[in-house]
């Protein structure tokens, strides 16, 4: 069974251009999380999503920060316009239901604002 | 200030040694998740404790959650560098669906 899919798994922009990160989580899976993980720290909730309805994002920052799950699958996270401190790698993760049940990671996308 | 407090955050020691690693808060979890984490990846689970007092073991690991479900701990017996890697905690909040993370302590194990 393929895990979580990711794209890109590395980006480098210049501060003030838009970037997009892409994920397909595990088929059948109802709920997709996206994480900001910064260096040294644990991953940080942004946005969750049950099926295709954004039920908590609250950590997200709104201002720049967009994300949908169309048709309840494959989701998007873009940022516009990036600032330096945006630099962190971006983790998707999906699980069956709700967050307590095991979540699945991809392998995050490394983003660098310069 | 953080929800989880992970300590230590940095820990090296040799092939064959235990460790003991820690997550500590003042608020009471429903349940908490250890995950591991190598470079490159992103986390995978390791275990879900639930009941206070728990105590769960997988292989060399043995994972135990406080009895008032405020704090845990992760012990390791005869580390081996394959068990180099960040280990994070996760807990669920009472009034709050979503797992927060702990910042994790980065292991190495040196062969």
């Known amino acids: 069974e393929a895990g979580v899919v990711q794209s890109p798994r590395y980006k480098i922009i210049e501060k003030k251009q838009p970037v997009a990160f892409w994920c397909n989580p595990i088929s059948g899976h109802n709920t997709l999380y996206w994480y900001r993980q910064n260096l040294g720290q644990g991953p940080e909730l942004l946005i969750r999503?049950?099926?295709?309805?954004?039920?908590?994002d609250s950590q997200l920052p709104k201002d720049r920060f967009s994300a949908e799950r169309l048709k309840g699958v494959d989701s998007t996270l873009k940022i516009q316009p990036a600032e330096l401190g945006d630099s962190a790698v971006y983790l998707c993760a999906s699980s069956l239901f709700r967050s307590t049940d095991t979540q699945y990671f991809g392998p995050g996308t490394r983003l660098t604002v310069l | 200030t953080q929800l989880l407090e992970q300590s230590p955050q940095f820990l090296s020691i040799q092939e064959g040694e235990n460790l003991t690693v820690y997550c500590n808060s003042s608020?009471?979890?429903?349940?908490l998740q250890w995950y591991r984490q190598e470079p490159g990846e992103g986390p995978v689970l390791l275990v879900t404790?639930?009941?206070?007092?728990e105590v769960k073991k997988l292989k060399r690991l043995t994972f135990q959650f406080g009895d008032a479900r405020k704090d845990s701990s992760l012990h390791i017996t005869a580390a081996q560098p394959g068990d180099t890697g960040l280990y994070l905690c996760a807990a669920e909040t009472l009034n709050n669906n979503d797992m927060r993370f702990g910042a994790g302590t980065r292991l190495t194990v040196k062969p």
């Open positions: 608020s009471v979890f429903s349940s």
């Open positions: 404790v639930v009941t206070g007092g």
């Open positions: 999503y049950e099926n295709e309805e954004a039920v908590d």
